[in-house]
């Protein structure tokens, strides 16, 4: 009963290439803002990047969220999922471009391999637009703080995958 009681901190990855990117991106925040089970706790800069995977398709704007939920894992993720399809985000080509994508990054300190969801997120390590957002908000005391910050710092130095601050959300 431990999730129905107890508010642990989760880390979600959004990204957007489609339309009014920066539009998405604040609908999905003010979303699961209003949720009574989640509250966001931390909001990153918003990142330009050239797309990774599928690169004919335009370029995204990133950002990583900090919250704090009674959810469990696997109901954080149902709900980020209602949210893609309420932004109507339509699954066509695999990497394709979307409105939005909400990727759960890490859920308290949980390692866990499902069918329906792996955490940590299998290759956010490997990812810059994930990486140095995950970086402005990422808890100092966090047990991968070290490691983010190294990369996600030299990343943005290289310009890795393009990035470039966007903007600053207030
Ligand atoms: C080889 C094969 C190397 C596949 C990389 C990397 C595939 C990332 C998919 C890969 C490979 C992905 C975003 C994106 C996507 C995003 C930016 C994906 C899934 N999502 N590029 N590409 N931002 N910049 O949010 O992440 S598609
Ligand atoms: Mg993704
Ligand atoms: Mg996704």
């Known amino acids: 009963m431990t999730n129905s009681v107890t508010a642990m901190k989760a880390?979600?990855?959004?990204?957007?290439?489609?339309g009014d990117r920066e539009h998405w991106l604040r609908q999905a925040i003010d979303t699961l803002d209003r949720h009574n089970?989640?509250?966001?706790?931390?909001?990153?800069?918003i990142y330009e990047t050239?797309?990774?995977?599928?690169t004919e398709q335009p370029s995204f704007l990133n950002m990583v969220i900090e919250v704090r939920t009674t959810l469990s894992a696997p109901a954080l993720l149902l709900e980020q999922l209602a949210i893609e399809q309420q932004l109507g985000r339509v699954r066509e080509v695999q990497w394709g471009p979307r409105t939005i994508d909400l990727d759960l990054l890490l859920y308290d300190n949980v390692s866990l391999e499902s069918d329906l969801l792996v955490l940590p997120h299998p290759r956010m390590m490997e990812r810059a637009f994930v990486l140095v957002p995950l970086?402005?908000?990422?808890?100092?005391v966090h047990?991968?703080?070290?490691?983010?910050?190294?990369?996600?710092?030299?990343?943005?130095?290289?310009?890795?995958?393009g990035i470039t601050l966007w903007t600053t959300i207030n």
């Not at 880390?11 to 489609?18: H, P, Q």
């Not at 089970?37 to 800069?45: D, G, L, P, R, Y």
């Not at 970086?135 to 100092?140: A, E, G, I, R, T």
Request: proline share 2%; glycine share 6%.
């Open 11 to 18: 880390y979600i990855a959004m990204g957007s290439n489609v």
């Open 37 to 45: 089970a989640i509250e966001i706790t931390k909001v990153s800069n």
């Open 50 to 54: 050239d797309p990774v995977g599928y």
């Open 135 to 140: 970086h402005d908000v990422l808890s100092k």
């Open 143 to 161: 047990l991968l703080y070290n490691e983010v910050k190294g990369i996600a710092e030299e990343a943005l130095q290289l310009r890795k995958e």
